[in-house]
């Protein structure tokens, strides 16, 4: 069990008359969370609905406000887990949120934001809280922040990546195994359940074609040529699989200079044992070639639940000129560019410089994170 960094900050939200929605990636605690957030109530005082099961989805679907009302009887908390498979979730929470005000506490958990978070956006608008529930981070893996520790365990961490289940897998095979099974579908089954996707082999060899590629710039119609299908229907399954938590994208910062690229993206993967299970890829860092590419996978994932979790808000890009120059992360916040670039490699890292034209942005800093600079970046 993972003491989770949400718990804390979801809990001081609790009875404040608003719905709270966990969302994220399959497999990643979310109702292992939802459960130790209600633990220290009484069971008689707790209503849990799993829809999964299609009785509990039966119960809520398309019921009137009375027949809720005793379907909750005393409850104080009220737990939807998988929230998104019940059709008419939106309206339901609505008529509970306005009736119960503060008297209840509903929480809601669900795999993937395209189905729960856009089916309840218009309905409860002002009536929710929303958190992203990760694969663990390093503080939640290491909360005694043993640095030596950390180190040691970084290379498995970026070849089988941080999933809780996986985590806790005491052999690299079992890891291995875990990680094929997720893969195969399982982490991205609410896409193509949902969305009705006709060719999940397409959606496949798209995620493997974008595993093959983190840390370089994304043409859509390069990877259109490639898996032999148009670029909308290309744009369409990689915005679908950032909604279901499974990549996202960094978009290119500009001021409109003419040197400056602005047109492709970069994607990077939420977990590395996801990317590395997809090009079926677990060897070690002496028989790889893509060193380079797990570190700023891995740390800028690693960063973006950082911030998350810390309330640190940011917008992020990356930087490139056509004459190659580059910024692996720009963090704009606060009137200020805070230019990072990740190198695994400690010896190329005292050797690397910030790039002049960056710096010429005003109120711009630049920085080299490394293994060695986990403390006040990630941790």
């Keep these: 069990m993972y003491k989770r960094l949400l718990q804390k900050i979801i809990e001081q939200k609790f009875f404040k008359g608003k719905i709270i929605i966990i969302t994220g990636a399959r497999q990643t605690g979310k109702t292992t969370l939802s459960l130790e957030l209600v633990k220290k109530f009484p069971k008689k005082e707790i209503r849990l609905f799993n829809c999964d099961n299609p009785t509990d989805r039966q119960e809520l679907y398309n019921k009137d406000l009375e ?202 993967f939420y977990d590395l044992g996801v990317r590395n299970a997809i090009i079926n890829n677990f060897n070690f860092f002496e028989n790889r070639n893509d060193i380079g590419d797990l570190w700023e996978n891995f740390i800028i994932a690693e960063r973006i639940r950082y911030r998350a979790y810390h309330k640190i808000y940011a917008n992020q890009y990356f930087w490139r000129t056509y004459d190659g120059k580059e910024v692996d992360l720009v963090e704009e916040k606060s009137g200020k560019l805070e230019g990072y670039e990740f190198t695994w490699n400690l010896k190329k890292a005292k050797k690397k410089s910030s790039p002049i034209t960056w710096l010429d942005y005003p109120k711009s800093s630049w920085q080299i994170i490394t293994s060695r600079d986990l403390n006040g970046f990630v941790i």
């Excluded at 390093?138 to 640095?147: A, D, H, R, V, Y």
């Excluded at 806790?168 to 195969?184: P, Y």
């Design 67 to 268: 027949f809720l009302n005793q379907l909750i009887g005393n409850a104080k908390i009220v737990l939807v887990d998988e929230a998104q498979k019940v059709e008419n979730i939106g309206e339901i929470l609505k008529l509970l949120v306005d009736f119960h005000k503060k008297k209840k506490q509903i929480i809601v958990t669900g795999s993937s934001s395209v189905n729960l978070l856009d089916n309840t956006q218009e309905p409860l608008t002002g009536r929710k809280y929303v958190y992203n529930l990760f694969p663990l981070t390093l503080e939640e893996i290491f909360p005694e922040k043993n640095q030596l520790k950390m180190l040691k365990t970084l290379e498995s961490l970026l070849v089988f990546g941080s999933y809780p289940e996986v985590v806790s897998q005491r052999s690299f095979n079992d890891k291995q195994e875990l990680l094929q099974e997720l893969a195969s579908s399982y982490i991205y089954k609410d896409i193509l359940e949902f969305q009705q996707i006709k060719s999940p082999d397409v959606l496949l060899r798209l995620l493997k074609a974008l595993a093959l590629q983190i840390g370089s710039q994304v043409s859509y119609s390069e990877l259109a040529n490639t898996i032999g299908i148009d670029k909308k229907t290309v744009e369409k399954y990689i915005d679908l699989l950032e909604k279901s938590f499974v990549i996202f994208r960094l978009s290119p910062y500009t001021k409109n200079k003419r040197r400056e690229i602005f047109k492709l993206k970069k994607i990077y």
